[in-house]
Every structure is written in C-alpha cells, then in structure tokens.
C-alpha cells in the first residue's frame, strides 16, 4: 500500500508595512476568483489557520496528500487575512507552476514571480600559481528579471501583493531604504527641468537608446522623454514637456505608438536593484580602499607579491568603475 505524499502547503508569511511611505495603488483588497467552494477538512483548516495568523502564531503547518487542494486552501487564508503574502518554493519550477495557480485564483491582484534570472551562470576565479583570470560568464532572462523589479515595486506601491519565489529570495538585495530613495516621482502639472529628469534617469542605470528603444532605456525626442521602466513587459511611458512644466504623462504601446491612457502621476524605479545613492556609494568606496590598504599589507608581508598585484588590480579597476557608472561587474555579489 502506497503511503500518501503529506506534503506541507507553501507557507506565508506578512510582509512589513512601512505607513511612512504613500502607496499610489494602495488599497486594493485582495479578491479570489473560483468555481468551486472548501470542501471536505477545507473550511475547518482555513478557518483554524485564518485564527492562527490573527492571533500572531509564528509557525502553523498545512498536511495534505497531493492533488487535494492545499493551494486552494491557501489562497482562501490570504483572502480571509487580507494580508501580504511570500510563497516559498524549493526550485523554480514548482514556483512556477504555483505562480500560476495563484495567478488564476487572484486575477484582479498583483501576484509576483520572484526568482533568480540567471539562465546560466559561472562565477569568477583566479589561479594564482599560474596567474590565470576567468571572468565571470552569465547569461540573464530578460522576462525573470522584468518580473523581479514588478515584484519589488508591488510590494512597495500596493497591499494586495502575493510573492511566488524560489528559496533563494533569502539573499538580500540590499535595504528597503536606499532602493526606495532612488525613485523619481512625477505629478502631471509641475515644474521640472528636462535635463535633470534625463540626469536622474542616468542615475537609476537607464541607458540611452534613441534608435533601438527597449526596457531599461529612455529616448528623447523634442520635447517628450520617453521611458521603458524596468518592471513593464509592453508599455512604456512618454513625459511630454512644455518649457518646463511636464503637461502629460502618457502610457504607450512602444511597438504601436496607440496610447493606453493618460496618468496623474508616477514613480519611476531604478533599472537595477543594486544601484545605489551617491553619498552611500562615496562612503563605501572609502571603506573599500581602506580595507584594501589593510589587505595588501598582510599580503606583501606574506611574500604574496602576485597575489597583491591582482588584489590591486581587479580593486582598482572596480572602484574606477564604481566612481564613473555607479556599477560594477559583479557588484551583485
């Protein structure tokens, strides 16, 4: 006789509210959308678990033979709680697959897909017996990286966010607070000066493009900016200007050029989750060559001499790229 697979449910955890920060799609409940109905144990455990979380029990655990409705029973905990939601699972693929279900039970909320965007990636290493230095090679899937940065701004500029992502979501990106400081906020009706809104768009690691326009670039063309933001798969938006006063902020079909609709305002996000504020980049930067001193001392007292050539090297050649793009190779780690 076969023993049932009692698997766990996915476990959710409450995100943290930060009250100081105005959401601009805050307030949106949380509705699934289902034919069917709890049935069978169902309605004792949604309403068990719905207690426990109300009452600020840090662990409960769902058990359940596969196939009978664990993810079900989930989403109607995340509706009955209406609060914020992260979905752990152990591989990408089944954070797939319970993206989608979540996506087809909350069709009218922002379920997030969250996971690395590495399709292939070989890390960095230095032989130092015979001086040889393999860079590191990666290739990156636009669409997960896409769906990383809407995921981040989900959870920044709405309630109703639902996160579907693999384990290694563990690993910070960095704080909530330098991320957030690196956003440009607009309001149709304004003041702004056009080549400080290119500049600060320069800042979030939006490049340049006015022949091949794509996601993560911005072009000029007269008097409008356009921008393809980082969490957008096929919209765009195009700041029109009148002197200084920025008239319309328009959401466009970048393929077609067919207008969407018309916005009141907006918060751009940066282009990479690593980039990083000036001041916080000039402080660390003094911290590194410190520490950098510190090292290639030890090193040299050590007779390590290639050692404190390449260490020299490879620092000096990150910090010179630090100073003048604000990036990086590597910086994610």
Known sequence: MDTPDLAPAPIT????????????????????????????????AITELSEGVGQGEQDQVLLGATGTGKTFTMA?????????????APNKTL???????????????????FVSYYDYYQPEAYVARTDTYIEKESQINENIDRMRHSATRA?????????????????GIGS????????????????YDQREVINGFVAQQYRRNDAAFGRGT?????????????HMDDRAIRFSFFGEELEDITEFDPLTGS?????????????????????????????????????????EAEGKLLEVQRLEQ??????????ATGVCQGIEN
């Open 95 to 113: 954070a797939a697959q319970l993206y989608g279900e979540f996506k087809s039970f909350f069709p009218n909320n922002a379920v997030e897909y």
């Open 76 to 88: 109607k905990i995340i509706e009955r709680t209406q609060r914020p939601a992260i979905i752990l």
């Open 314 to 323: 490879r620092t000096t050649f990150d910090l010179e790229m630090l100073a």
């Open 155 to 171: 959870l920044l500029e709405r309630d109703d966010v639902i996160i579907v992502a693999s384990v290694s979501c563990i690993y």
């Open 218 to 230: 911005f072009r000029v063309r007269g008097d409008s900016v356009e921008l393809w933001p980082a």
């Open 13 to 44: 955890l409450p995100t943290v509210t930060r009250p100081d920060r105005e959401k601009l799609e805050g307030g949106i409940r949380f509705e699934m959308v289902s034919e069917f109905t709890a049935a069978g144990d169902q309605p004792t």
């Open 176 to 191: 909530v607070e330098t991320y957030s400081a690196m956003t440009q906020d607009f309001l149709a009706g304004n003041q």
């Open 259 to 299: 207008t969407y609709t018309k916005l009141p305002k907006i918060r751009v996000y940066a282009n990479s989750h690593y980039v990083t504020p000036r001041p916080t980049l000039n402080q660390a930067m003094d911290k590194i060559k410190a520490e950098l001193e510190v090292r290639l001392k030890q090193l």
